[in-house]
């Protein structure tokens, strides 16, 4: 089953970018998923349990890391990635 997420991280803090940076380039070190960022969301494609296990460990890890922080998640069935939608 294919799993499509857009996310958007708030750290609690007043130094946000490092965060949502760091964040953002652990989710592309991952080769199985398709990650997409603008300047409002990530969003992320792959196999749903694939999927659901990296989101658990990088949102783990940026807590540890960098402390609190609100994760704003859609979910949706499917692979919604631009290329895989018909026009």
């Given at each position: 089953?294919?799993?499509?997420?857009?996310?958007?991280?708030?750290?609690?803090?007043?130094e946000y970018i490092p965060a949502i940076q760091n964040?953002?380039?652990?989710?592309n070190?991952?080769?199985?998923?398709?990650?997409?960022t603008n300047t409002m969301s990530t969003?992320?494609?792959?196999?749903?349990?694939q999927l659901m296990d990296v989101l658990k460990q990088e949102m783990r890890a940026s807590y540890e890391q960098f402390g609190r922080a609100i994760f704003v998640c859609k979910f949706i069935d499917g692979d919604l990635a631009p290329e895989n939608q018909d026009v």
């Open positions: 089953m294919k799993l499509s997420v857009e996310i958007s991280m708030y750290p609690l803090k007043d964040f953002i380039d652990r989710l070190q991952h080769p199985q998923l398709r990650v997409i969003q992320v494609f792959g196999d749903y349990d």
